[in-house]
């Protein structure tokens, strides 16, 4: 057993007396340093911090419509075509096509001549065909940039926002042909296809597209998406089939979305199918951009109305329940719109809703803007205020 005299005694509690002074003075100093980093870094974690656990308010506009110049009337045999762009309303009826300012002021009527008409927008740019006809025109508010005619029938055309198009044609001896042109009308890109075209989607700055087609396998449909670069003579690659029927095609960066009559899928940049999801229901509508997308499905029988979200192409869908049946569906910015058949409804892609506003008439769509929402009616065109 150890045995200390009384100066041991008194020496060991000095020592630890500043063994503690300095534990404190130690750890008060780095409090301090602490502290000054980070007041000097406030401005960058501060923002989140404030973020912490902060949800987004539902915005609750009032679905007022507007005056003035609304509504639109529009004077027409057939269902008309709404499309928005760049601050410019198109509406294309069975004689005419106008242009509108957000403020419903006509800017332009020009008259057509195509049995079937069909409008594309893009950046400003409106693309006028005749499906099953011969003719498509790329034109402005302004002036038309110029016109093509075929041999051949049209079987559809699309715009991207450089302002190219590609028009997909009946071609003798095959399923169809490929003819791409750029924005002063000369023909960038070429190709005869074997298996019917469903659709085509501009990537990469117009570089090159994706493309789907319709094949049968085992006694349904399927769907192959085929990457395809303007200044290849191959495509880069060809997907899997996707068990469903493809009714449009959306490309970006990350791959491709297709949705089809029965369901919808990805397929990322490898060409490998990355997502699939078959509905339960009627599809009503769908949409994408940049890689998020969103389907509209209505379960009339068992009174079951849902919105899928996509984030990305490697995720599974968000699931929404809608209280009435859906109608419609944009993505916007970042956002779903849902038009219901009581109300426009926007959410994140991680479920959060956003925005709503009640509508009290029978709408079948409608065009998203920086600040409104235009309501397609049977025949006429409202505008809402919409804040997000």
Request: aromatic fraction near 12%; proline fraction near 2%; include cysteine.
């Amino acid at each position: 057993m150890a045995v200390y005299d009384a100066d041991d005694i008194v020496e060991m509690k000095k020592r630890k007396k500043r063994r503690q002074r300095l534990v404190k003075l130690l750890s008060a100093a780095l409090v301090a340093v602490i502290a000054a980093g980070l007041y000097f870094t406030k401005d960058t974690w501060y923002p989140k911090l404030r973020g912490i656990g902060k949800q987004y308010k539902t915005i609750v506009n009032s679905g007022q419509l507007a005056s003035g110049n609304f509504p639109i009337e529009v004077s027409t045999g057939t269902d008309y075509q709404l499309r928005y762009t760049v601050k410019k309303i198109m509406v294309m009826s069975d004689t005419n096509l106008y242009i509108y300012d957000t403020s419903g002021t006509l800017l332009k009527k020009r008259q057509h001549n195509y049995s079937n008409p069909i409008l594309r927008v893009a950046n400003g740019r409106a693309l006028v065909y005749e499906s099953g006809g011969y003719k498509f025109s790329m034109e402005d508010e302004d002036e038309v940039f110029y016109s093509r005619e075929f041999d051949d029938n049209i079987l559809f055309a699309r715009i991207s926002s450089q302002g190219y198009t590609a028009a997909v044609t009946t071609a003798e001896n095959y399923s169809c042909r490929i003819i791409v042109y750029n924005r002063k009308g000369k023909v960038v890109y070429e190709r005869k296809c074997i298996d019917p075209v469903s659709d085509l989607s501009f990537i990469d700055s117009s570089d090159g597209c994706m493309v789907t087609y319709i094949k049968a396998e085992n006694g349904r449909h399927t769907t192959t998406v085929q990457k395809i670069d303007f200044s290849e003579s191959e495509a880069d690659w060809t997907s899997p089939g996707i068990s469903t029927l493809g009714l449009e095609v959306f490309g970006s960066g990350e791959g491709a979305f297709v949705y089809g009559l029965d369901a919808c899928g990805y397929v990322n940049r490898q060409g490998q199918i990355s997502s699939f999801y078959k509905y339960e229901g009627d599809l009503v509508a769908a949409a994408s951009i940049s890689g998020r997308s969103a389907v509209v499905i209505n379960d009339t029988e068992a009174h079951k109305y849902i919105a899928a979200l996509f984030p990305d192409n490697s995720s599974e869908p968000v699931i929404i329940d809608l209280n009435t049946p859906g109608v419609d569906v944009s993505v916007f910015k970042g956002l779903a719109y849902i038009l219901c058949q009581d109300g426009v409804y926007t959410y994140d892609f991680s479920g959060g809703l956003r925005s709503t506003a009640a509508v009290n008439d029978s709408y079948t769509g409608f065009v998203r803007s920086d600040k409104h929402i235009f309501l397609k009616g049977f025949n006429r065109i409202d505008r809402i205020d919409y804040d997000t």
